[in-house]
């Protein structure tokens, strides 16, 4: 919002796994005018229970929810690009199977020529270098440090 100027109309696409951030995600975004899309390796989808209330979010808010495992489908005009880290806390131990899942998976600028002229992109951090190459995580169109300021004025 403080970068775009308002968040009604935006879209919004979620490349990665589908966890806690995601689903936080997936039950406000619609509420707040926002299309979502999302993609995620098979296996590795968001939780059925908050898929079904964002289904019926997005119907009663207008807004447009795509869910595919194709992440360029997914990056297709959108104006912010987000991931989070594929290994939480607790998964370490399946780290390699989960590299291996998400290969495919990590935002590049290749995946942003997909996305809208205006595209930004947001982490919630820490970030790995497999999910978000450095060349889109340090451009001038990463907000990933000011959503880090913005989350402190939260807590």
């Not at 995600?25 to 590795?44: E, N, V």
């Amino acid at each position: 919002q403080e970068h775009y100027g308002g968040l009604n109309g935006l879209t919004v696409t979620w490349i990665g796994d589908g966890n806690n951030v995601l689903h936080s995600i997936m039950t406000s975004a619609a509420k707040l005018g926002m299309h979502l899309r999302i993609a995620t390796p098979k296996g590795f989808e968001p939780d059925l229970s908050i898929t079904k209330i964002t289904e019926q979010y997005s119907k009663e808010y207008g807004t447009k929810l795509l869910l595919t495992t194709d992440p360029l489908e997914a990056a297709d005009g959108a104006n912010v690009l987000v991931t989070d880290t594929w290994i939480s806390m607790g998964q370490e131990e399946e780290k390699k199977d989960r590299l291996k899942a998400f290969q495919g998976y990590q935002i590049t600028m290749q995946t942003a020529k997909s996305a809208a002229s205006n595209w930004t992109f947001l982490h919630c951090l820490p970030r790995k270098p497999e999910e978000v190459e450095d060349e889109v995580f340090y451009s001038p169109r990463s907000l990933v440090f000011q959503e880090a300021e913005n989350r402190k004025w939260t807590i």
